[in-house]
């Protein structure tokens, strides 16, 4: 039998650390293959993670509630001596410290003196901080075995380390009466608040926006409808149809189909298409469809469709809402005219689509321009700045446009 650390997954793009929220197993059970065994809670969804490796859970190395990040252990497994472990790189990034890209080795046995495990949290604290074996053989270890944990050589650091400025609070002295009903926000929003907070601080919003003469559109489902559920066996909306000539134009302009990080810019080939869907206690998540590229009308409502059921009985995988590249959020349905979303970080744009409402459009009588009532919806493109400027941004919807007017 051996001992391997279990390392937090990467749960996606811009996730780089999570929340411990239920471990389903205690010290001492038995775990099979593809078991699941902890719960862990990022800003996007609450995933149950399946076990690589048949074995014993011997430690819990982070607790309930506890912010761990990718790529560092949360666990100490028990394995036969012939199971073949997996290692991965990780880009580590910690705040005042070193920012370095470290090969975390789990299953090198590491010591000091042949017996006292190092753990790859403890031997990269070292290194980081220029530690020696010498130093390290200094520090008393209060872990099993000798072990030194990590709360000893952070013990060891604090000898000399400077104090740290603690972060000050921002809460206001509200004037809060007895009648009012105070509410903590659920940690999914909190998570999310932060996300979208620093993805607004760092990307320079702008939005533009877009009238659509959707009468034909409204026309073609009507129509349409009733033929297409009895063929195909499900039911096709606007959103669907607006979602194919999205699809449609981000293959005309590839540039808003991309990822911003730091100083580079990656246009992705494939199109993973977010969109919001409703949770069961209310939040929403935008988790995506992947390679939509190709797809079908049909196909693209079996996976809307798909994916929206299984958020609605909480079976979302952590790589449903992994990699998306571009997001349609349809405010309309809510009732709202128009909005002004905020991009996802490393997205580079996400469209808005309003309500469907009769106003006064143009048609055409006779070879001229007359006013009419139609069915009329806003398009609302915020876009990274850096990336896209307002020309380009300007003919992305202009080219939408075209095709949602033209559906017939």
């Known amino acids: 039998m051996k001992e391997i650390q279990i390392l937090l997954p990467k749960m996606g793009e811009s996730v780089m650390e999570a929340t411990i929220t239920d471990w389903l ?3 001492g059970d038995k775990i099979a293959k593809d078991e699941l065994f902890v719960t862990i809670g990022t800003d996007k969804v609450d995933s149950d993670l399946p076990s690589e490796y048949e074995g014993i859970l011997k430690e819990i190395l982070v607790q309930e509630g506890e912010e761990v990040k990718v790529g560092h252990p949360i666990a100490v497994m028990e394995v036969s001596a012939d199971t073949i472990v997996h290692t991965e790189k ?11 890209e470290t090969n975390v080795e789990l299953l090198e046995t590491k010591s000091l003196d042949g017996k006292s495990f190092l753990s790859p949290v403890v031997r990269r604290i070292a290194a980081e901080n220029g530690l020696e074996i010498e130093d390290l053989k200094q520090i008393k270890p209060t872990g099993e075995n000798g072990r030194i944990r990590k709360a000893d050589i952070l013990k060891f650091l604090k000898k000399d380390e400077k104090p740290i400025q603690q972060k000050v609070s921002t809460k206001l002295n509200l004037n809060i009466q007895p009648e009012d009903k105070v509410e903590s926000l659920p940690r999914i929003r909190q998570i999310a608040a932060e996300h979208l907070q620093t993805s ?3 990307i320079p919003h702008v939005t533009t926006f ?5 009468t034909n559109l409204v026309n073609h489902r009507e129509k349409i409808k009733e033929d297409f559920q ?14 194919k000539a999205v699809i449609e134009t981000l293959v005309e302009f590839p540039k808003f ?9 990656i246009i992705k080939n494939d199109i993973n298409l977010g969109f919001a869907t409703a949770l069961p206690d209310g939040n929403l998540i935008v988790p995506n469809i992947k390679k939509v590229n190709d797809l079908s009308l049909k196909e693209i409502i079996e996976n809307v469709n798909l994916i929206g059921n299984n958020a609605k009985s909480n079976k979302l995988k952590s790589t449903d809402i992994q990699n998306t590249t571009f997001t349609v959020s349809n405010t309309g349905i809510f009732g709202s005219l128009a909005g002004t979303p905020i991009i996802s970080r490393p997205q580079v744009a996400v469209l808005a689509l309003g309500e469907i409402r009769s106003g006064a459009g143009v048609i055409i009588v006779d ?6 009532v139609c069915k009329m919806m806003m398009l609302s493109l915020s876009y990274d700045h850096r990336v896209i400027d307002g020309a380009l941004a300007s003919q992305f919807l202009t080219s939408l446009k075209k095709r949602l007017e033209s559906v017939a």
């Open 210 to 214: 877009s009238e659509v003469n959707v």
């Open 90 to 100: 990780f880009e580590i990034k910690e705040t005042d410290t070193i920012s370095t």
């Open 367 to 372: 070879g001229k321009e007359e006013l009419a």
């Open 200 to 202: 607004y601080q760092i």
């Open 230 to 243: 009895k063929e195909n066996g499900v039911k096709v909306t606007y959103t669907h149809f607006i979602m």
């Open 257 to 265: 189909n991309a990822w911003m990080n730091e100083d580079e810019l």
């Open 25 to 27: 197993k205690n010290p």
